[in-house]
């Protein structure tokens, strides 16, 4: 079948490099474009969500859309670019799955000319030609967002004995931009908060299963636990699930905040099981194909794109369930 090539011509733009004039590409037939999407897998709620969005977008905008899940490895990322380098896609898109290490393939997707977008999550690289854009949450916001709500909620029942309000917290994966900078926000304020301590601190790799696991083990070795920090809704779900068969009432013994915003988690919040959700916003497919296409077309796009997002209490997410997407 005879591929159309067309000549992409985009001019560089400031700082973004976008393909050169000149540089030809494959492209389905009728011109559309083809874009390569490098997923991180199917480790949560929130990812799954986030590529339903993506692939509906996708078909919405008439873009054709090559797609991989890499079961959260950097190494199956990395793969995945390497080959729609190889097919010469008009633009590669991916959510990094850690923040270091792309340095070396995203030098050969410039040097093919491939525009690359950012979603999700973001990557560590003093070479920000490297990207056109980042499309994601600010997640260092999100966890301030967390540390608040306990600086402004924490009652009299959350604190032991000598006046403290043990947390314990559940971290993402090791290295992400999410883990990293959750983290981040939720210590700038709570440092300010002599009597609020985290008493102990793993990754849960943003699971259900990695949450449960790791709250069974802080259930042990952990004397008086308050709360529960965890950075998505499923390792929430989890600790849930632990502190329960420990026979404590999760909301009310220990208090439980989480990140995300999902379908389950909103439900648990419904029924009190967690008390706050700091909402991350999966559905970045629209803002995501809307950028692809005007980068192919040689247009300016701002270099961060920040998703809107809110936060949710148990009467807040009662109302909302019923209309919500994901
Ligand atoms: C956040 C995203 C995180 C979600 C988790 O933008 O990268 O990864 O919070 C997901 O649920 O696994
Ligand atoms: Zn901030």
């Excluded at 030809?24 to 490098?38: L, P, Y």
């Excluded at 959260?72 to 270091?100: G, H, L, M």
């Excluded at 989890?238 to 999760?250: M, T, V, Y």
Aim: net charge negative.
């Amino acid at each position: 079948m005879k591929k159309t090539l067309i000549a992409v011509c985009a001019l560089a733009l400031g700082g973004m490099s976008l393909s050169a004039c000149g540089s030809e590409r494959d492209s389905a037939e009728d011109g559309s474009i083809t874009m390569g999407f490098a997923q991180v897998g199917a480790e949560s709620g929130w990812r799954t969500a986030n590529t339903t969005s993506i692939q509906e977008s996708a078909k919405e905008a008439g873009i054709d859309l090559k797609f991989s899940d890499a079961q959260q490895k950097q190494e199956n990322q990395i793969k995945s670019i390497r080959s729609y380098i190889q097919q010469k896609v008009d633009v590669i898109a991916f959510s990094p799955v850690v923040e270091t290490g792309w340095d070396a393939v995203l030098q050969e997707a410039k040097r093919a000319k491939i525009p690359v977008v950012l979603t999700d999550r973001a990557v560590d690289t003093e070479d920000t030609s490297l990207y056109v854009t980042f499309i994601g949450s600010d997640f260092v916001e999100e966890g301030e967002k967390a540390g608040q709500w306990l600086v402004d909620n924490a009652d009299t029942s959350d604190v032991d004995k000598d006046g403290a309000i043990n947390v314990v917290e559940l971290q993402g994966t090791t290295g992400s931009a999410p883990a990293i900078d959750r983290k981040k926000g939720f210590e700038n304020v709570i440092s300010s908060e002599s009597n609020i301590k985290i008493t102990a601190s793993q990754t849960g790799d943003f699971t259900r299963d990695g949450g449960k696991q790791v709250m069974e083990a802080f259930l042990q070795s952990n004397p008086k636990i308050d709360v529960v920090y965890a950075h998505n809704d499923d390792m929430g779900l989890g600790a849930l699930e632990a502190i329960k068969a420990a026979g404590k009432k999760p909301g009310t013994d220990i208090k439980i905040i989480t990140v995300d915003a999902v379908k389950d988690g909103m439900t648990a919040l419904a029924a009190g099981e967690i008390n706050f959700i700091v909402e991350c916003s999966p559905l970045l497919g629209p803002q995501l194909m809307d950028v692809a296409e005007k980068v192919v077309a040689g247009e300016e796009v701002p270099e961060r794109i920040v998703t809107e997002e809110t936060t949710f209490t148990p009467e807040q997410a009662k109302e909302a369930l019923p209309d919500r997407k994901y």
